[in-house]
């Protein structure tokens, strides 16, 4: 019996290291995913700046500058929720704490781009339109960062649940 489940320990010792390539994968995603944000946050900026030089005064606009800082203010809280995420991500693992650090300082520069957005949102009139489709495109992205992590995370707990196993069988 012991023999059995030292054999089935060392097939679990192999699936946990397998879950947590998967999981430096999902981290490596996530890294990828925050600077596509970074960047659809300053083409935002860029558009404010337009809309701020071109556009004449108008109230629906505004109303729609309004709205575009409204989304500004929603992805900047899914933003933290993600930083919130890799900070735990990091505490996990050595390999994954690296990765996490790069993560975690490219969320801050996109929360910095969206911050600056969303006071330029305040002033933009005739692009905020066009603004507010950039920003969504942004926003759409933080969840995504957050699921993998997410995963990244049950992979881990699943992989430290097999490691206890492996342990008992060890002992017995």
């Known amino acids: 019996i012991a023999k059995s489940e030292t054999q089935t320990?060392?097939?679990?010792?192999?699936?946990?290291?397998?879950?947590?390539?998967?999981?430096?994968?999902?981290?490596?995603?996530?890294?990828?995913?925050?600077?596509?944000?970074?960047?659809?946050?300053?083409?935002?900026?860029?558009q404010l700046c337009a809309a701020e030089d071109n556009a004449p005064k108008v109230g629906s606009q505004?109303?729609?500058?309004?709205?575009?800082?409204?989304?500004?203010?929603?992805?900047?809280?899914?933003?933290?929720?993600?930083?919130?995420?890799?900070?735990?991500a990091?505490?996990?693992?050595?390999?994954?704490?690296?990765?996490?650090?790069?993560?975690?300082?490219?969320?801050?520069?996109?929360?910095?781009?969206?911050?600056?957005?969303?006071a330029e949102a305040k002033s933009a009139q005739a692009e905020a339109k066009a603004a507010k489709m950039q920003l969504c495109a942004a926003e759409d992205n933080a969840p995504k960062v957050g699921s993998q992590l997410e995963d990244a995370q049950a992979a881990k707990l699943e992989a430290e649940a097999a490691k206890r196993e492996a342990q008992t069988a060890k002992s017995q």
Not at 91 to 114: P, R, V, Y
């Open 9 to 46: 320990a060392q097939t679990k010792s192999k699936a946990i290291a397998l879950e947590m390539q998967a999981a430096m994968s999902q981290l490596q995603l996530a890294q990828a995913e925050a600077k596509s944000a970074q960047a659809e946050a300053k083409a935002a900026k860029m």
């Open 90 to 118: 990091k505490s996990e693992t050595q390999t994954a704490q690296t990765k996490s650090k790069a993560i975690a300082l490219e969320m801050q520069a996109a929360m910095s781009q969206l911050q600056l957005a969303q």
């Open 62 to 88: 505004l109303e729609d500058a309004q709205a575009a800082k409204l989304e500004a203010e929603a992805a900047k809280r899914e933003a933290q929720t993600a930083k919130s995420q890799l900070k735990i």
